[in-house]
């Protein structure tokens, strides 16, 4: 009988390991895929203009987004999913945003599209991710149409033109301003800047006296400048690209154009200003984004620490923004479910269905008491109110200061 026993003990033995060894196997296998899709990199694209027209814009946009993502993966990710941002440089090209947009779409499987500044490329971009499904946090592209109807996948993060517009407006009447002209590049940032603050400032009943557009190439502006000048202006509004900026600033000085200037949010950029140089001393730009804030002064200062001095303008504060919504968007358990259960097109969906709640976003833009306001019929976040601050240019266009209004007066 112990024979017996112990010759069923020894073949049973062998099967039961066999069973055994199948069942851990399995749960290995099971263990190991949960803990491959948990430990998947969690992809952002970042596809904007760094080396065209509007290199500044979109290299500074970029840098705040790759500042976002780095400080959460030094925090160690979210739900154990380090974040990857793949970047593209469209060279203010639409066809070539475009490719790198199904790129990011198709080949990288990317969960959302961080970018674009110029409003050209931007646009580009909106029929790829409604065809792909792919959300597209859009930066500072200001053009009106391009939340006019809202895209499905497609929510902005800077200001409109007509809220740019209705700044400059509000300015003019309470300051006491009655004859302004404009000029403009014939880009669609400049034709709808230009469109824009005219009909706010005919709201305001003020009526702008002359207009000008020229080519964006365009090497001698003195003929506009002077139908400008003669016209007698008492402000002159500019809505220009960084270098054809500059070369209107440096030509309605050399015209002795003496009415005040503002210039629209391209001023904020260092290239315009070093173009210019004492040219743009004095002139005034619309910014949303208040140096005064704390927590404005802080994102400066990690900032600059990384990627050198920099004036305190919008276009890193977007890309910032825009990195910091998507990640919260991420944490939110309907888009980490889909992650984890590697269904990128649930997840771009749960992501887009996550940035219609964010109704009350607190970014770095506007006033200390301001927020982003999205929903499923409000893509456009930048709200109308507690939204702009201006800056003076001084020092030969080196420094942005806080301006004394009491001297911006119709001389």
């Known amino acids: 009988m112990k024979t017996l026993r112990r010759a069923t003990r020894s073949n049973q033995r062998p099967g039961w390991t066999k069973f055994a060894g199948l069942s851990f196997a399995a749960a290995l296998a099971t263990a190991f895929t949960l803990t491959a899709h948990a430990a998947e990199p969690i992809l952002i694209c970042s596809i904007d203009d760094r080396s065209g027209a509007a290199a500044d814009t979109g290299t500074q946009g970029y840098q705040g987004v790759q500042l976002a993502i780095d400080e959460a993966n030094a925090a160690g990710g979210i739900a154990g999913h380090k974040l990857k941002l793949i970047a593209y440089d469209g060279k203010t090209d639409p066809q070539l945003t475009a490719t790198f947009a199904s790129r990011c779409a198709e080949d990288d499987k990317g969960l959302v599209i961080i970018g674009g500044n110029p409003s050209a490329p931007a646009a580009a971009m909106i029929?790829?991710?409604?065809?792909?499904?792919?959300?597209?946090?859009?930066?500072?592209?200001?053009?009106?149409?391009?939340?006019?109807p809202p895209a499905p996948y497609h929510f902005r993060f800077g200001p409109a033109n007509r809220q740019d517009a209705a700044a400059i407006a509000d300015l003019l009447a309470q300051q006491g301003f009655k004859r302004p002209a404009i000029i403009n590049n014939s880009l669609p940032f400049g034709t709808d800047g230009a469109r824009a603050t005219t009909a706010a400032l005919r709201k305001k009943n003020i009526t702008v006296v002359a207009q000008?557009?020229?080519?964006?190439?365009?090497?001698?502006?003195?003929?506009?400048?002077s139908n400008l000048r003669d016209a007698k202006p008492d402000v002159l509004l500019v809505f220009?690209?960084?270098?054809?900026?500059?070369?209107?600033?440096?030509?309605?000085?050399?015209?002795?154009v003496t009415a005040p200037?503002?210039?629209?949010?391209?001023?904020?950029?260092?290239?315009?200003?070093?173009?210019?140089?004492?040219?743009?001393?004095?002139?005034?730009?619309?910014?949303?984004?208040?140096p005064s804030r704390a927590d404005v002064q802080k994102f400066f200062a990690a900032f600059n620490a990384r990627f050198g001095p920099h004036q305190p303008?919008?276009?890193?504060?977007?890309?910032?923004?825009?990195?910091?919504?998507?990640?919260?968007?991420?944490?939110?358990?309907?888009?980490?479910?889909?992650i984890d259960a590697g269904n990128i097109e649930e997840a771009r969906k749960a992501f887009r269905d996550g940035t219609d709640k964010l109704t009350q976003f607190k970014g770095l833009q506007g006033e200390q008491s301001a927020s982003y306001h999205f929903g499923p019929q409000q893509h456009h976040g930048s709200p109308d109110a507690n939204w702009y601050v201006f800056i003076l240019v001084a020092d030969s266009g080196a420094r942005l200061v806080k301006p004394d209004l009491n001297k911006f007066k119709p001389l």
Request: glycine fraction near 4%; proline fraction near 8%.
């Open 127 to 148: 029929p790829i991710a409604t065809e792909n499904k792919i959300p597209y946090y859009m930066l500072s592209a200001g053009t009106d149409t391009l939340t006019d």
């Open 240 to 256: 220009p690209y960084p270098a054809d900026g500059a070369r209107v600033l440096r030509t309605a000085r050399q015209l002795n």
């Open 313 to 338: 303008t919008l276009y890193p504060v977007i890309g910032y923004d825009a990195a910091k919504a998507a990640l919260q968007v991420i944490a939110m358990p309907a888009v980490l479910k889909a």
């Open 261 to 290: 200037i503002i210039v629209s949010r391209s001023a904020l950029l260092d290239t315009l200003r070093k173009l210019a140089g004492p040219a743009s001393d004095g002139v005034l730009i619309p910014n949303t984004v208040d």
């Open 212 to 225: 000008q557009t020229y080519d964006i190439n365009a090497t001698d502006l003195s003929p506009q400048l």
